[in-house]
């Protein structure tokens, strides 16, 4: 699976929109970009994804450049329980390689102030 | 009702012990994943089951065994447990191996003593 780079952590005020960047250079044409984030003590869980349109959830909206080499998770208004590691992840849903399994990063570690 | 649940979630134990860590999925998934967490927090895939069936086995020591006895259920046993095993395990599960959101349970948190 193709390599991300995210920021190590970011930091945002309570309801304040939150824009998460996530670089992702050498992504290939079955490439698929998504999210998924960590709360403390839990397991990861799902965000959004896509392939080449920008996506709009009710969690969020994620933002693909159109070359695809970057793609930007945004959080409209930050709440305290947004507080998480927030991992971009490609995965080659295209090209049937991957069998499903996602190949975290380190992630960006997103606190909320109140 | 918990759609991936794991029992234990918090697990001491001995170096050299045998112990296992149950999972099981309601979501009538047909694939189901290991993942370890280390203490550097890095998450990476151990096991993969489709349909009881091996597809994906990473680089594991050899005293990690997965068992699977229906779809619903993917056990990981570990032998002789040594300390750089302590970590938390999530078991996962997705609808089937391709093109699909990965659910995880809530973790089981393994400490070797």
């Known amino acids: 699976d193709a390599k991300t780079t995210q920021p190590n952590s970011m930091e945002s005020n309570e309801e304040e929109p939150v824009h998460l960047p996530c670089n992702h250079s050498t992504i290939s044409g079955t490439d698929y970009i998504h999210w998924y984030r960590q709360l403390p003590s839990q397991g990861p869980e799902y965000v959004i994804h896509g392939l080449t349109s920008n996506v709009n959830n009710r969690m969020a909206s994620l933002a693909i450049a159109e070359d695809r080499k970057s793609s930007t998770l945004i959080l409209h208004r930050a709440t305290l329980r947004d507080a998480a590691v927030y991992y971009c992840?490609?995965?080659?849903?295209?090209?049937?390689?991957?069998?499903?399994?996602?190949?975290f990063g380190q992630g960006t570690i997103l606190t909320v102030h109140p | 009702d918990t759609a991936v649940s794991q029992t234990p979630k918090y697990l001491v134990t001995q170096m050299g012990n045998d112990k296992s860590i149950k999972c099981e999925q309601n979501?009538?998934?047909?694939?189901m994943y290991w993942y370890k967490q280390d203490s550097k927090k890095f998450l990476k895939i151990m096991f993969s089951?489709?349909?009881?069936?091996?597809?994906i086995n990473e680089t594991v020591p050899n005293r990690f065994s997965p068992k699977s006895p229906d779809k619903a259920h993917l056990n990981l046993h570990i032998n002789s447990l040594e300390l750089g095993d302590s970590a938390v395990y999530f078991c996962?599960?997705?609808?089937?191996?391709?093109?699909?959101?990965?659910?995880f349970g809530e973790g089981s948190w393994l400490t070797v003593v």
């Open positions: 992840i490609l995965r080659d849903d295209g090209g049937g390689t991957s069998y499903g399994k996602l190949t």
């Open positions: 979501l009538g998934h047909d694939t």
């Open positions: 089951y489709n349909n009881k069936e091996l597809i």
């Open positions: 996962a599960s997705s609808p089937w191996a391709g093109r699909n959101t990965i659910y």
